[in-house]
């Protein structure tokens, strides 16, 4: 049975490494790519333990969106993320390159993308999906700034994945929108679900997922539905855990 990570928020990560990740440099600019403005930042320090800092610029779409990243444990999972799978992969020779994936699903303007392709890209290619073409248009802008070769593909979930085929990922982040839409309205499915089900998404997710053998998803999970999130995902046969920094909270 393959792994599967699901994860909600990483504070204690913070007491294990001994500090946050930083965003510095907040402007507010004008994107021709995008309608109306961005919120953008120059400038990520994730206080990798075994990794050197990277230069990254980013822009995000929407005044929520930054405040999202600057407020709220967004950096604490990338951090995370890149941490695990760069200790997975330190048995490789730094010489040596890999043809692995990591899927950014749903990954709207980019940013995670762009994170694991600056700290990952010597061993693994990155997808970034969304079905949102606006997003995207950002997403290939803030792989375009900071010189990345990151596939960006426009779809509904795992579209976008079978229209390439395998190798499937060896490793997703999926953090789907779970505020429920009311039954019956057409709701934005980047901030609510549809339905009024605020497991939608899960359900579908475990359903579709194409995974490589031994790989692991780390899904972003609010903590009221925890609980029916990981019930759903062991009926679909699917293996969880916390990760490690979790298992105190």
């Known amino acids: 049975v393959t792994d599967f990570v699901v994860s909600r928020a990483v504070g204690p990560w913070n007491r294990l490494v001994g500090c946050s990740p930083c965003l510095k440099r907040f402007t507010l600019c004008k994107n021709g790519s995008t309608s109306g403005q961005s919120m953008s930042f120059d400038g990520l320090d994730l206080h990798l333990q075994d990794l050197s800092q990277r230069h990254v610029s980013l822009k995000v779409d ?79 802008s803030n792989a375009k700034i900071n010189g990345l070769q990151i596939e960006v593909e426009q779809g509904d979930l795992f579209s976008p994945l079978r229209r390439q085929g395998a190798p499937w990922p060896n490793y997703i982040y999926f953090y789907p929108a779970q505020c429920p839409a009311r039954t019956g309205e057409s709701p934005d499915v980047s901030v609510l679900s549809p339905g009024g089900d605020s497991l939608f998404f899960f359900r579908r997710f475990c359903q579709e997922a194409d995974l490589a053998h031994d790989g692991v998803a780390w899904l972003g999970v609010d903590w009221d539905i925890l609980q029916d999130v990981i019930g759903i995902c062991c009926r679909a046969g699917w293996s969880v855990e916390l990760p490690e920094p979790l298992r105190d909270v």
Do not use: P
Not at 115 to 135: E, M, N, P, R, S
């Open 62 to 140: 929407t005044q929520e969106a930054f405040n999202w990243m600057q407020n709220t444990c967004y950096l604490d999972w990338a951090r995370y993320m890149i941490t695990v799978i760069s200790r997975k992969t330190s048995s490789v020779s730094k010489n040596e390159t890999s043809s692995g994936l990591i899927l950014d699903l749903g990954g709207g303007s980019g940013w995670m993308s762009v994170l694991f392709k600056t700290y990952l890209g010597q061993h693994f290619k990155v997808l970034c999906t969304d079905i949102c073409f606006k997003a995207l248009q950002l997403a290939r």
